[in-house]
T-cell receptor, first 108, second 116 residues
Framework: KNEVEQSPQNLTAQEGEFITINCSYS?????LHWLQQHPGGGIVSLFM???GKKKHGRLIATINIQEKHSSLHITASHPRDSAVYIC??????????FGAGTILRVKS | GAGVSQSPSNKVTEKGKDVELRCDPI?????LYWYRQRLGQGLEFLIY????????KSGLPSDRFSAERTGESVSTLTIQRTQQEDSAVYLC??????????????FGPGTRLTVT
């Protein structure tokens, strides 16, 4: 079993829909990252969080340390949100362990 | 300011040849990471440098892989006797660092390595 599990693997949404991507992990962590990878490969860090909730624009990330679970929400989704969203956990130390990613396609 | 840069952006090499991939981190970032992403697969941790500490090499897949870092600047990832399974995008990231701290990582654009 992978240490980091994401769901769904693939997600297609209509423009404007509210989107949720989930991440569960099975190890002790010091932080959790949400990353965005666009076609062409560039990776952008969206959030780094170790507790609670963070919001940037239309993106919201939450984490429940006790349940070892995090969610990434996108409100009012747009075709430009189409990308691969990757959950990664930082083990104690600095090694990142990555989920397999969620491929999101938002249709107009 | 300038982000993380990597070179070359693309590299095609013949099986058995050695390759060197370069990463220039963001100035002032003491931590540097190398990752690999094979086609259709997730990211894998390879190696981590933090200041003058011994690097964490726990992700290197074989002894054909090695990496060096000059002080707190440039890093080079070397793959000797390349194999077709080494074909991947190699990503470098850097962050501020320090014992006990958790910092955001900034990724470079990657080097796409193709071994023929």
């Amino acid at each position: 079993k992978n240490e980091v599990e994401q769901s769904p693997q693939n997600l297609t949404a209509q423009e404007g829909e509210f989107i949720t991507i989930n991440c569960s992990y099975s190890v002790g962590i010091s932080a959790l990252h949400w990353l965005q990878q666009h076609p062409g490969g560039g990776i952008v860090s969206l959030f780094m969080l170790s507790s609670g909730k963070k919001k940037h624009g239309r993106l919201i990330a939450t984490i429940n340390i006790q349940e070892k679970h995090s969610s990434l929400h996108i409100t009012a989704s747009h075709p430009r949100d189409s990308a691969v969203y990757i959950c990664a956990v930082r083990r104690y130390g600095n090694k990142l362990v990555f989920g397999a990613g969620t491929i999101l396609r938002v249709k107009s | 300011g300038a982000g993380v840069s990597q070179s070359p952006s693309n590299k095609v090499t013949e099986k058995g040849k050695d390759v060197e991939l370069r990463c220039d981190p963001i100035s002032g970032h003491t931590a540097l990471y190398w990752y690999r992403q094979r086609l259709g697969q997730g990211l894998e941790f390879l190696i981590y440098f933090q200041g003058n500490s011994a690097p964490d090499k726990s992700g290197l897949p074989s002894d054909r892989f090695s990496a060096e870092r000059t002080g707190e600047s440039v890093s080079t990832l070397t793959i000797q006797r390349t194999q077709q399974e080494d074909s991947a995008v190699y990503l470098c990231a850097s962050s501020l660092g320090g014992a006990g701290g958790v910092y955001e990582q900034y990724f470079g654009p990657g080097t796409r390595l193709t071994v023929t």
